[in-house]
């Protein structure tokens, strides 16, 4: 659909025809949510919410809370869903306990040691210590001679992986579950549920994990049984055999990294998990499979680290220091751990190779494994189900993560730019990255780059078809004009949610490589509110905090409900190749953790701050040099 609109240029009334803003809508869901099909989330006390429940609660429905049994219900639904259980031991455990096990034949001593694994199982959850029982899943030893291939270090031992011998049958019967709901659920312009499971490959306590999703449905689905870190722990050989099940089936695939904030260095290094380095090759086929990233949920922000970008004061949002492994050893932050030192690397590898294999689109998830999508952080019901109530929380338990409920809060949302809320329309919004991540709120956000946008293009009704029109979205690349030292404009503007806090400022966040081959980066206030100055080195004071710490409420007295902007990068080169994102801040609002204390009646949270400043990052744009 084209419309005709006038825009105001110099002063003079010009028409033109652009496409209509209303082609696309921003979409809000999660592509990380665990049931009780996954190992781990029943291990943790989630024996009841399966794909059904997740559903249900993401639709707006009242459902059962698995562990304290209370009625729920998310304040506000979701537009679209993964339901995206482990494919490791996918359905088993439930099944043991259901006693609905199908088996293979093992022989006497191997059914004799699954009967003694099924016994200490079933033992742990009358007992209540699913979550020790879970450690003997980690891997014990941790440590490492250097960096090299962590698969292949001896130290890469991870007891008990095949307790339960064969288990094909069962994970069949769960997965065709798991599709059914998912067939169920779908409605096509309403709520999309698209399939999808979780590669878990951790090696060495590395958190390597991918989200693997489909906008195919069963007829494709029940074709494969989802691959597991069990078949392999690289992800070249995760990327081969989606390549080899999408040519057996014709089914579609995209895999979407999380959590390469505690990767232990290796989510976004210089060379390959084998150690190899990086080529073309392999530069192609991970922006093949992988176009996005989840940058933010429950167990952390990935987005960076203070020590990586030192100048800019919101870098350390919601830091998890704990590896996924038996007994911690201390976190040790790497570049290659974060999504901003990642695609500065990204352009340096690409001028090397020709290929930039860190050119990526940013999306939020929870990573619950209740089967309750909860960003909200007042209605926020744990990463697993036991972490629901604040005496549970307050009572810690023994994690063999060492972590607990007091160092999560309720994150995050995958946000989508589709043209319907179809699978298709979505699954090709991901693929073309015009998608970005909330840590929770359902701000709208809209950027476009561009060399000659109209001048009050920030204000303008039919912004978002002006952009199109005169611009790039989040994801693309903008294309040099050859003049020398044209600056771009970038087009943004961000919407606080109905029920959600104000905003705090807008900024860009650009990376580049310069002449001497060094990777930089800046973080520039381009929109703000509240009538604040900046500095003369571009400071912004902060917007204040209307928090009241005795009852855990704010006021929207402070910020601004939308902020708009048409930006000139003031430090272009047409020499240098770069990104650019956006990242939006909100006015500061309150942690679950502070809410949580004051019902325990505590000083303070044990762990974690009071408040916290919500924010969005939308995939970047990128700019390559001639």
Request: proline share 6%; aromatic share 10%; net charge negative.
């Amino acid at each position: 659909m084209m419309i005709k609109t006038t825009a105001l240029i110099c002063g003079l009334a010009i028409s033109m025809v652009v496409a209509a803003e209303s082609e696309k809508q921003v979409y809000f869901g999660d592509t990380h949510l665990h049931s009780s099909y996954s190992f781990d989330a029943f291990l943790n006390n989630n024996h009841s919410a399966d794909p059904d429940t997740a559903y249900r609660w993401a639709k707006g429905q009242p459902v059962i809370h698995p562990y304290n049994r209370t009625r729920v219900q998310i304040n506000t639904p979701l537009d679209f869903l993964v339901v995206s259980d482990h494919a490791e031991m996918l359905g088993v455990m439930r099944a043991v306990r259901n006693d609905k096990f199908v088996g293979e034949d093992l022989g006497w001593w191997a059914s004799l040691k699954r009967w003694y694994a099924f016994r200490l199982m079933n033992q742990a959850i009358d007992d209540d210590t699913g979550l020790q029982f879970f450690g003997r899943f980690l891997p014990k030893n941790a440590s490492s001679d250097g960096h090299g291939d962590p698969v292949k270090d001896p130290n890469n031992n991870i007891s008990d992986v095949a307790i339960f011998g064969d288990t094909t049958k069962t994970s069949t019967l769960a997965w065709h579950d798991i599709v059914d709901a998912a067939e169920r659920h779908n409605d096509p312009g309403t709520f999309t549920s698209l399939l999808g499971w979780e590669w878990s490959s951790i090696p060495l306590g590395a958190n390597l994990h991918r989200i693997v999703i489909t906008p195919d449905g069963a007829d494709k689905g029940k074709q494969f049984l989802p691959y597991g870190s069990n078949q392999s722990q690289y992800p070249e050989d995760l990327w081969q055999w989606l390549d080899d099940t999408q040519q057996r089936t014709g089914t579609r695939f995209l895999a979407i990294p999380h959590n390469s904030n505690i990767s232990k260095g290796y989510m976004f290094d210089d060379t390959t998990l084998r150690g190899q380095p990086i080529d073309a090759d392999y530069a192609r086929r991970r922006i093949k499979w992988e176009p996005i990233v989840e940058v933010t949920q429950i167990k952390g922000d990935s987005e960076t680290y203070s020590d990586f970008s030192p100048d800019d004061p919101f870098a350390n949002f919601e830091n998890y220091e704990h590896y996924i492994q038996q007994g911690q050893a201390g976190y040790a932050p790497s570049e290659a751990d974060f999504i901003r030192p990642a695609l500065k690397k990204g352009l340096a590898v690409g001028q090397k190779i020709g290929v930039n294999p860190y050119k990526f689109g940013l999306i939020g998830s929870t990573d619950a494994h209740s089967g309750l999508s909860s960003s909200e952080e007042g209605n926020f019901w744990g990463k697993m189900a036991k972490d629901s109530t604040p005496e549970t929380k307050k009572r810690g338990g023994i994690s063999p993560v060492s972590s607990n409920g007091w160092d999560m809060s309720a994150s995050g949302v995958a946000a989508v730019w589709a043209t319907e809320n179809t699978r298709e329309a979505l699954y090709a919004a991901f693929k073309r990255k015009e998608v970005y991540a909330t840590s929770g709120p359902r701000m709208r956000v809209q950027m476009f780059a561009g060399w000659d946008f109209p001048e009050n293009a920030a204000i303008a009704e039919d912004f978002g078809a002006i952009g199109n029109q005169y611009g790039v979205p989040m994801g693309g690349d903008l294309i040099a004009t050859g003049e020398d030292n044209k600056a771009p404009s970038f087009l943004i503007r961000a919407v606080k949610g109905p029920v959600d806090a104000n905003l705090d400022r807008v900024q860009v966040v650009k990376g580049w490589v310069d002449n001497s081959g060094q990777q930089q980066e800046k973080v520039y206030n381009v929109a703000w509110s509240d009538n604040r100055e900046l500095s003369a080195e571009g400071e912004l004071p902060d917007v204040g905090n209307t928090v009241d710490l005795r009852s855990g409420r704010y006021t929207n007295t402070i910020g601004q409900a939308e902020l708009a902007v048409l930006w000139v990068d003031p430090d272009f080169n047409s020499g240098h190749s770069a990104f650019y994102y956006t990242r939006v801040l909100q006015i500061p609002t309150p942690r679950n953790g502070l809410l949580d204390s004051l019902a325990l009646e505590l000083d303070k949270p044990p762990r974690g701050p009071k408040t916290l400043q919500e924010r969005a990052y939308t995939s970047p744009i990128w700019y390559q040099s001639q």
